[in-house]
């Protein structure tokens, strides 16, 4: 109901509002007719008054010329010029809508008189035989003043009074159009502000009284008091808008009583789900404490046998004699069975304090020292496989900061990469080489060789949780990543390149010690 009796003041005020708009148009309208013809007849009134004034201008002129000889064309030439001009823009004004009627003939007639008026003038300015300078001046005068036996003075006068008459009528028909517009606004301006002060009025005390039960009832349900209601009755709008309130209200109280009951039901559960998951976690925690007690007795059951292997590879050392084969078998015996037992240790120190990772020792390193032993134990791996293993010598002792054993196990990952995929009579060479402010330690081989988005992915961080499909490319596995963070250990980078002949390069580039500094 409301909204019924809002349309009807809504479409009244509108109705009132078009109704002042189209008077204002037709207002506007009019007095633009008005403006119109007052600018017509005003101009007109201006052309009338200049040609008259010219024409007197022209009559000077002449008589002038005939009391003195005086004669100046160009006086009379502009001047007959303006004459032409201002009546051809009369003619064009009395075409124009709103001119006054009857003004055509009167134009015409002025149009000829000048016309007739140049024609004397330039017929007096031929000397004439018999005729005296008295006959040419009434000659030229009447033919200024006379045309068809009328007055043109007359004829001017009258026009001009005519148009001033007709300027001033339509000057009054708009200042009368304006003023009824005026009247007309403002007669609608107060039934607008009337009609609107009545209905702010009779709105207000409708919809005060359930708007503030309202706005009470919504503060009460958000305070969490779903027991308030908004006590509105009838048919209109808000009434309807109470009784939703209400009944929303009556199942808040409802909804709010099962929350409870599943509230309580939630609780029993998580203190089931809580105990639960603290039962998982001591299993967990004794899982763990299980996996490190296994590193542990496995680490110290690897340490025994290595040990022994050791002691017996030293054992046959001291006690042999003639035997140069054997003695260099067993030293190398004894150097893997030795990094063995450091893998062994690393497996122990990992048991220890659960963290993974290699311990690094890092100090004066001369190149050569530590490259020898390494290809030497890997020449029998190079023999059972056809492949020639070479160690270029370099001229210099180069030096850098590392860690011997890891630096070792780098070397042997790609010393064993290139010997397993290096082809039966292949070669295999290890050399050192200056690259600006490092040493590269290099290895080239003469293998398949890897494709570059193959060794892209090896050395991509993520590449330990690629699938092993994807990290083994070439049967490469995770040795070279092992050798990578070796190699970030030591603050340098493993560099993988294809040979042009074929092959691959692995390059461990290390930071070149200065000179001075005492080896490891």
């Not at 017509?40 to 005939?66: C, D, G, H, I, P």
């Not at 003004?103 to 330039?122: H, K, R």
């Not at 003023?179 to 609608?188: E, G, I, Q, S």
């Not at 290096?422 to 690259?435: F, T, Y």
């Amino acid at each position: 109901m409301v909204r019924h009796r809002l349309l009807v003041v809504f479409a009244l005020v509108a109705a009132l509002a078009l109704a002042q708009s189209l008077f204002v148009w037709w207002a506007a309208a009019s007095a633009a007719h008005h403006a119109e013809r007052s600018v017509v007849a005003t101009r007109m009134l201006a052309e009338y008054l200049a040609l008259s004034a010219n024409k007197q201008r022209l009559k000077v002129w002449f008589a002038q010329r005939m009391l003195t000889g005086d004669d100046d064309p160009q006086a009379r030439q502009r001047l007959e010029s303006a004459m032409q001009v201002s009546v051809a823009e009369l003619r064009r004004l009395a075409l124009a809508p709103g001119a006054p009627p009857g003004e055509t003939a009167d134009i015409e007639l002025v149009a000829s008189n000048v016309a007739m008026l140049q024609a004397a003038l330039a017929a007096s300015e031929r000397p004439q035989i018999g005729l005296a300078p008295d006959r040419q001046w009434r000659t030229v005068m009447r033919a200024f003043d006379e045309l068809a036996g009328r007055d043109m003075r007359e004829l001017l006068g009258t026009a001009v009074s005519r148009v001033e008459a007709a300027s001033r009528a339509e000057s009054a028909a708009q200042a009368a159009v304006l003023a009824r517009v005026r009247l007309a606004n403002l007669l609608l301006a107060v039934l607008v502000l009337l009609v609107a002060g009545l209905s702010v009025a009779y709105f207000l005390r409708r919809i005060d009284r359930p708007v503030a039960r309202l706005g009470q009832l919504s503060a009460a349900l958000a305070a969490g008091d779903f027991t308030a209601r908004s006590g509105l009755t009838g048919q209109d709008e808000f009434a309807r808008i109470g009784s939703l309130l209400d009944s929303m209200a009556a199942r808040l109280t409802e909804a709010q009583a099962r929350s409870r009951g599943l509230q309580e039901r939630l609780g029993l559960l998580v203190s089931e789900r809580t105990r639960a998951v603290s039962q998982a976690y001591q299993s967990v925690l004794a899982l763990e404490a299980g996996r490190r007690q296994f590193f542990a007795e496995l680490s110290h059951e690897l340490r025994t046998p290595v040990t022994v292997i050791r002691g017996e590879a030293d054992l046959a050392l001291r006690a042999r004699a003639g035997w140069p084969e054997s003695a260099e078998a067993l030293q190398r015996i004894t150097a893997a069975a030795a990094e063995l037992g450091a893998r062994v240790q690393d497996l122990l120190d990992a048991a220890r304090s659960g963290r993974v990772g290699y311990a690094f020792r890092l100090g004066p390193l001369a190149l050569p020292a530590m490259v020898r032993p390494a290809v030497e134990q890997m020449q029998v791996l190079a023999q059972c496989r056809g492949v020639h293993l070479v160690f270029v010598e370099p001229a210099a002792s180069p030096r850098v900061e590392a860690d011997p054993e890891r630096l070792r196990q780098a070397l042997v990952i790609l010393l064993d990469n290139a010997l397993r995929h290096s082809p039966a009579g292949g070669r295999v060479q290890v050399l050192i080489a200056a690259e600006g402010e490092h040493w590269a330690l290099r290895v080239e081989d003469e293998g398949p060789g890897m494709s570059d988005a193959a060794i892209e992915q090896t050395l991509e961080p993520q590449a330990w949780s690629m699938p092993r499909a994807a990290r083994d490319e070439g049967g490469l596995g995770v040795g070279l990543l092992i050798a990578q963070r070796i190699l970030e250990a030591h603050r340098g980078s493993l560099d993988l390149v294809r040979r042009p002949e074929g092959g691959l390069r692995a390059s461990l580039l290390l930071q070149a010690l200065p000179e001075g500094a005492r080896e490891s």
